[in-house]
């Protein structure tokens, strides 16, 4: 069972930047791939950046050199690095990893971007 924290959302500027932190916790042998989703009102959920255990990375076209996704194996957490920052990214932002068989989801922290 793995349990997935989200933090790092808030209120920011327009071309403001943004970290979210992922932390991953429970009984499990290790995490695979992590990834970042986000949803906005109205819009069905989508996948953002992902990350697998090796390091390796993949962004959405509409993110692509403006997030940057990481994580520490050591620490069972992933990072969303956020910059250049548009009211269109506004959206709840999810965390989801998978271990072993399982896919877990986190609660979701929201990001808002004013103009």
């Known amino acids: 069972q793995v349990q997935l924290v989200e933090s790092g959302g808030g209120l920011v500027q327009a071309g403001g930047s943004l970290r979210l932190s992922c932390a991953a916790s429970?009984?499990?042998?290790?995490?695979?791939?992590m990834r970042w989703y986000r949803q906005a009102p109205g819009k069905q959920r989508e996948l953002v950046a992902t990350?697998?255990?090796?390091?390796?990375?993949n962004y959405a076209d509409s993110v692509k050199g403006r997030f940057t996704i990481s994580r520490d194996n050591a620490k069972n957490t992933a990072y969303l690095q956020m910059g250049s920052l548009q009211p269109g990214v506004t959206a709840l932002y999810y965390c989801?990893?998978?271990?072993?068989?399982?896919?877990?989801w986190g609660q979701g922290t929201q990001i808002t971007v004013s103009s």
């Open positions: 989801r990893a998978t271990s072993g068989g399982s896919i877990n």
């Open positions: 429970g009984s499990f042998f290790s995490i695979n791939s």
């Open positions: 990350i697998t255990s090796g390091g390796s990375t």
